[in-house]
C-alpha cells in the first residue's frame, strides 16, 4: 500500500509542475495527465498524492503543526545557535527562515496546481465516475475544493495582512485554474470570499455525497486491492476532508473574517453532532474530538518528531520547561486536574528530559479541526448571537478536569478563552494563527518570553523571493 503511495505521488509530481512555472503543465506533462485521468481510479490516486504531500515535513507532516509555526508563537526554548532562535525573534530575513519560507510557499501552490488540475480534468467526465452509494464525481470534487480552500486559507494566514486592518489590504494570489498567466495577488476581502466560497460548495457537495452518510466499503480488502485508494472507506473519512471538517473549517474562516453571525452558525452545526465527541477524563487523550487529521507513518511521523522532542536533538530540541508549564496549566489554582498537563508531556529515549508527546506512537501528524475549537468559537461569538458563551468554554474546560472550577459571568471571558486556546493546542500550530486573528500588539510566550510591540512586521511573514520565478 505505502509503495503504491509512493508511485501515485511521484505520478502527481510530474504532471502538476514543469521547470520555470509552477502553474505550468508543457505538453509533454499533459499527455501524462491524459494517461492519468483517462479512468475513474486515476483521479482517486491523484487525490491520494495531494494528501500525501501534506504530509511533507515542510508543510503539515512537522512545520506547519508543531515546529516553525510555534516556534513563531513563542511557545519554547530554543537553542540560540540554532535558526530556530532567529525564527523566533522574527528574523524572517535569515537564509535559514528564507529557505523554510520557499517550501512552504511553493509546496503549498504546488498542493493548490494539482487541486486546480484534477477539477479541470474532471469536467464533462460524470459518466466516468461511479453511482453505486451516491456520486462519486461530486465527492472528489468536495474533497478537492476543500484542500484548495484549506491550503490558500493557511497561506493567507501566514502570508497575509492582518485582519484587523480591513479587508482592503493587499493580500496573495487566490489560484483556481491552471494557467500560464500569473495570478495576481488580491485584496484580503475579496481572497476571503473565495476561500468561503470554494468551502460552502464543498460542504455542500459533502453533506449529499459523503460516505458517512451515504454508505460505502467499510473493509478495505474489498476495495479492488486497493485500486481506489479506499475512496469510499467509511472507516478513513477521519483522515480525509470530510462534511464536519469541512462545516468546522467555515466556522474558523468565518471567525477570521469577523463575521461572528457565521462563525457561531457553522460552529454549531459542526458540534450539534456525535461524530466526535469528546472522551471521558479518565480515557483523555490529544486526538478526542477530532474532525479530521493527516495521516502518516508512524515510522515517518516519530522520526520527525524525534527531530524536536528527545534528548538526541541538541540544539533542534523544542523545550517548554517544567516551571513554564505550571503556569500555563495553572497549577497553583489547579493543582494536577488538568488532564492535558500530564497526559500531553512525557519522557523520551529513556532520558531526564520531559517532552511534548503528542505525536509519539502515532500515525496522524496533523489535526485540521478539532471539536475544541468549535466549543471556543462559540464562546468567542455567543453574546452576539444572543446565547450565553459560558456554556461552551465550560464544556470544554469540563472535559479537561476543571469541572469543579466554573467560569463565572465574573471571569474575563477573553482571557479565559486565550488560555484554553494556549492550554488545549499546544504543539499544533493554532496559536500564532489566534494571536495574529486578535491583532495582539504583546503577549506572553509559553515559554515566559513577554512580547511586546507585535505588529505587521512580526505577524505577515515575507512573500519568499521565489515568488518572483513565478512572476506574482
Known amino acids: 500500500m505505502k509503495k503504491l503511495y509512493k508511485i501515485v505521488f511521484l505520478i502527481i509530481l510530474l504532471y502538476t509542475t514543469s521547470c520555470?512555472?509552477?502553474?505550468?503543465?508543457?505538453?509533454?506533462?499533459?499527455?501524462?495527465?491524459?494517461?492519468?485521468?483517462?479512468?475513474?481510479?486515476?483521479?482517486?490516486?491523484?487525490?491520494?498524492?495531494?494528501?500525501?504531500?501534506?504530509?511533507?515535513?515542510?508543510?503539515?507532516?512537522?512545520?506547519?503543526?508543531?515546529?516553525?509555526?510555534?516556534?513563531?508563537?513563542?511557545?519554547?526554548?530554543?537553542?540560540?545557535?540554532?535558526?530556530?532562535?532567529?525564527?523566533?525573534?522574527?528574523?524572517?530575513?535569515?537564509?535559514?527562515?528564507?529557505?523554510?519560507?520557499?517550501?512552504?510557499?511553493?509546496?503549498?501552490?504546488?498542493?493548490?496546481?494539482?487541486?486546480n488540475s484534477i477539477l479541470e480534468n474532471m469536467e464533462g467526465k460524470e459518466e466516468l465516475f461511479s453511482k453505486e452509494y451516491s456520486s462519486n464525481y461530486e465527492l472528489l470534487k468536495g474533497e478537492v475544493l476543500?484542500?484548495?480552500?484549506?491550503?490558500?486559507?493557511?497561506?493567507?494566514?501566514?502570508f497575509g495582512p492582518l485582519p484587523s486592518l480591513g479587508s482592503d489590504q493587499m493580500a496573495i494570489p487566490y489560484v483556481t485554474k491552471v494557467s500560464r498567466t500569473a495570478f495576481p495577488k488580491i485584496k484580503f476581502g475579496e481572497f476571503m470570499t473565495?476561500?468561503?466560497?470554494?468551502?460552502?460548495?464543498?460542504?455542500?457537495?459533502?453533506?449529499?455525497?459523503d460516505p458517512l452518510f451515504t454508505g460505502g466499503a467499510s473493509d478495505a480488502s474489498i476495495m479492488l486491492s486497493y485500486s481506489d485508494n479506499g475512496f469510499r472507506n467509511v472507516s478513513t473519512r477521519g483522515t480525509r476532508?470530510?462534511?464536519?471538517?469541512?462545516?468546522?473549517?467555515l466556522a474558523r474562516s468565518y471567525l477570521y473574517k469577523n463575521d461572528k453571525a457565521n462563525a457561531y452558525k457553522y460552529a454549531k452545526i459542526a458540534t450539534d453532532?456525535?461524530?466526535?465527541?469528546?472522551?471521558?477524563?479518565?480515557?483523555?487523550?490529544?486526538?478526542?474530538?477530532?474532525?479530521?487529521?493527516?495521516?502518516?507513518?508512524?515510522?515517518?511521523?516519530?522520526?520527525n518528531t524525534l527531530s524536536h522532542f528527545s534528548d538526541g536533538s541538541t540544539n533542534w530540541k523544542l523545550d517548554i520547561p517544567q516551571n513554564e508549564r505550571s503556569i500555563l496549566y495553572e497549577a497553583n489554582i489547579y493543582q494536577t486536574v488538568d488532564v492535558r498537563n500530564f497526559k500531553n508531556f512525557d519522557a523520551r529515549d529513556g532520558g531526564s528530559g520531559i517532552y511534548l508527546n503528542k505525536y509519539t506512537n502515532t500515525s496522524y501528524c496533523c489535526?485540521?479541526?478539532?471539536?475544541?475549537?468549535?466549543?471556543?468559537?462559540?464562546?468567542?461569538?455567543?453574546?452576539?448571537?444572543?446565547?450565553d458563551p459560558l456554556i461552551y468554554i465550560n464544556r470544554l474546560r469540563n472535559t479537561r478536569g476543571l469541572g469543579n472550577y466554573p467560569l463565572s459571568t465574573s471571569s474575563n471571558l477573553e482571557e479565559e478563552i486565550t488560555k484554553e486556546y494556549r492550554k488545549e493546542f499546544v504543539g499544533e500550530g493554532q496559536l500564532f494563527f489566534y494571536y495574529k486573528r486578535k491583532g495582539y500588539t504583546s503577549f506572553k510566550g509559553i515559554n515566559g518570553r513577554e512580547l511586546k510591540e507585535m505588529g505587521s512586521k512580526q505577524y505577515v511573514l515575507p512573500i519568499p523571493s521565489i515568488e518572483n520565478v513565478y512572476s506574482f
Request: include cysteine.
Open 367 to 387: 489535526v485540521i479541526a478539532r471539536r475544541s475549537e468549535m466549543d471556543l468559537i462559540l464562546a468567542e461569538t455567543a453574546s452576539e448571537n444572543g446565547d
Open 273 to 303: 453532532n456525535t461524530y466526535s465527541n469528546y472522551t471521558n477524563i479518565s480515557s483523555y487523550h490529544w486526538l478526542d474530538g477530532i474532525y479530521s487529521k493527516l495521516w502518516l507513518s508512524n515510522t515517518e511521523n516519530n522520526n
Open 146 to 158: 476543500a484542500i484548495r480552500a484549506f491550503i490558500h486559507f493557511n497561506l493567507l494566514r501566514l
Open 194 to 209: 473565495k476561500v468561503i466560497e470554494d468551502m460552502t460548495t464543498a460542504r455542500e457537495l459533502l453533506l449529499k455525497n
Open 20 to 115: 520555470s512555472k509552477i502553474f505550468d503543465i508543457t505538453p509533454p506533462t499533459e499527455v501524462k495527465a491524459e494517461e492519468l485521468f483517462s479512468k475513474e481510479v486515476g483521479f482517486y490516486q491523484a487525490l491520494t498524492g495531494i494528501y500525501i504531500k501534506m504530509t511533507n515535513a515542510s508543510l503539515y507532516g512537522r512545520t506547519l503543526s508543531y515546529s516553525f509555526i510555534d516556534v513563531i508563537a513563542n511557545t519554547y526554548v530554543v537553542s540560540q545557535y540554532s535558526y530556530l532562535y532567529n525564527l523566533q525573534n522574527y528574523e524572517y530575513e535569515d537564509y535559514s527562515v528564507q529557505t523554510t519560507l520557499n517550501q512552504i510557499w511553493s509546496l503549498s501552490y504546488s498542493i493548490i496546481a494539482n487541486c
Open 241 to 249: 476532508m470530510n462534511y464536519y471538517v469541512v462545516t468546522a473549517l
